[in-house]
């Protein structure tokens, strides 16, 4: 199966691609069918060999990489929606965690005994 892709090129930093018709399992820099063009992603220029070529291709519904899909739309060389090339992942959404407030014990009733003698603690505490 043939698809349309890049095929970098270019010094390191200093990247241009080749538009080619190359076997979708093989490797991006090695064998392809055809050179249909460059890229240079600097300057924003496509350089179309033969528009002839193109129209060709894309009559024989191969699938195209989504990078060369935009950029053959925004060029006007393709009619066709634009395809989403890459997706950002999303960070997981971290939700604060909301603690319940914690339970008070119920104030236990103090025994009537326990009530007098702290009353005769207090009551000591004072006469002195």
Do not use: C, H
């Not at 925004?74 to 960070?91: E, G, H, N, S």
């Not at 009353?119 to 000591?124: D, F, Q, R």
């Amino acid at each position: 199966m043939l698809t349309i892709r890049f095929q970098r090129t270019g010094k390191r930093n200093r990247a241009e691609f080749r538009v080619v018709v190359a076997p979708k399992t093989a490797a991006a820099q090695k064998k392809f069918t055809e050179v249909l063009g460059s890229y240079n992603p600097r300057t924003k220029v496509l350089v179309v060999k033969d528009q002839a070529r193109i129209s060709y291709w894309l009559s024989q519904k191969i699938e195209i990489s989504p990078s060369v899909q935009n950029l053959l739309v925004t060029q006007k060389l393709m009619d066709a929606p634009k395809a989403r090339a890459f997706a950002i992942p999303k960070k997981p959404a971290t939700t604060p965690e909301v603690t319940a407030p914690a339970e008070v014990p119920a104030k236990e009733t103090e025994s009537p005994v326990a009530s007098e003698a702290a009353t005769s603690v207090e009551a000591g505490a004072t006469a002195e």
